[in-house]
Nanobody, 128 residues
Framework: QVQLVESGGGSVQAGGSLRLSCTAS????????LAWFRQAPGKEREGIAR????????DYDDSVKGRFTISRDSAKNTLYLQMNGLKPEDTAMYYC?????????????????????WGQGTQVTVSS
């Protein structure tokens, strides 16, 4: 049974930092697309960062580029999102997701609904 468990959310002031973790278990993909999404109240879920397992190349939405960093520790089956320079507009529920992906295109152009497995989410609240 695939399980993704996020942790690390919380409340911070603008300009602060948080590191989210997502620990995976119950599956093995030879190649996968790992991603972080977020969803604010009343808004659609949006992808903010992804990494393809084979190349390790990172891809970011413009809204977080230069402030957030996605990384993974394969030995620990854990995906991270380091968030620096947090802004009030970063307030949202943050989710990790994964799906098998055997090319970069199948990772970086993958739509939200095509991610197979999701964590339960962790709340991030940034106050001004």
């Amino acid at each position: 049974q695939v399980q993704l468990v996020e942790s690390g959310g919380g409340s911070v002031q603008a300009g602060g930092s948080l590191r989210l973790s997502c620990t995976a278990s119950g599956y093995t993909f030879s190649s996968e697309c790992l991603a972080w999404f977020r969803q604010a109240p009343g808004k659609e879920r949006e992808g903010i960062a992804r990494v393809w397992s084979d190349s390790g190349r990172e891809d970011y939405d413009d809204s977080v580029k230069g402030r957030f960093t996605i990384s993974r520790d394969s030995a620990k089956n854990t995906l991270y999102l380091q968030m620096n320079g947090l802004k009030p507009e970063d307030t949202a529920m943050y989710y990790c997701a994964t799906a098998p992906a055997y090319s970069e295109d199948r990772c970086y152009y993958r739509s939200t609904q095509d991610f197979n497995f999701w964590g339960q989410g962790t709340q991030v609240t940034v106050s001004s």
